[in-house]
């Protein structure tokens, strides 16, 4: 199964707290009517330029594990070598939320609106994590479908250049997935064009398969720690909760 899917806006949509995230505002914090006034035009902007669009390929335990591989760069030991062994289907995906976007921030730093063009460039990165959690749940959606899911698992996704997967598996992933219908090429940098886009594999399975400690020599870089959140997101979440996009 290949499919290349429209992400509706409202679902790419990113909330308050993970717009603000990014700017280094913590939540609950008071914001001024400047920074709320910056975050609802910023808000607009994303809403008028995004065209969120995911492809999702499946692939077989035994191709991912061949493709994992990719230049052979990746940490010696890393979370995904244990957790593919475990999970039920795999499938790789891309999702971007357009260029038209990055367009609009470069636009707004050239003409010297940096405070706007920042709070857009936030507002665009959340959406692009919003629109990879949409992901998952249309993955979800399809696995249910097929009768290959139930509410007692779960669908998590990994991307190279995190968690021990080296960049360089960007090459092998584009070959597989080709995501250059949805408008998303692979720079030499293995930097993706849009930048607003996120590739990777979607996981599913048991959920307990995806709780491992975070021990791994290159943890110790990791300042985000964003498998924590991650997995206990998933470990709360209900089917409920996927169908209403609750992530
Ligand atoms: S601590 Fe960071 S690098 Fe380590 S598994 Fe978690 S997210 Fe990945």
Redesign the pocket.
Known sequence: MRKILEIPLDEARPDQDAILETQGIPSGKELTEDVKALLERAIDLFLEFSKPKVAISDISIPGFEALYKGEGLNEQDT?LDEIITKADDLALFAVTIGERVSEEIDRLFKANEFALGSMLDSVASAGTDKAADTAESRYFDLLSEKGRITSSKGVLRFSPG??GWHMSGQEKLFEFLRPEDIGISLLESYLMKPLKSISGVLVAGDKDIFVFD?S?P??SE?R?????KRIRTLLKESRSDKKKGVM
């Open positions: 979370p995190y968690c975070d791994y290159f943890c990791c985000s720690r964003s498998c924590h």
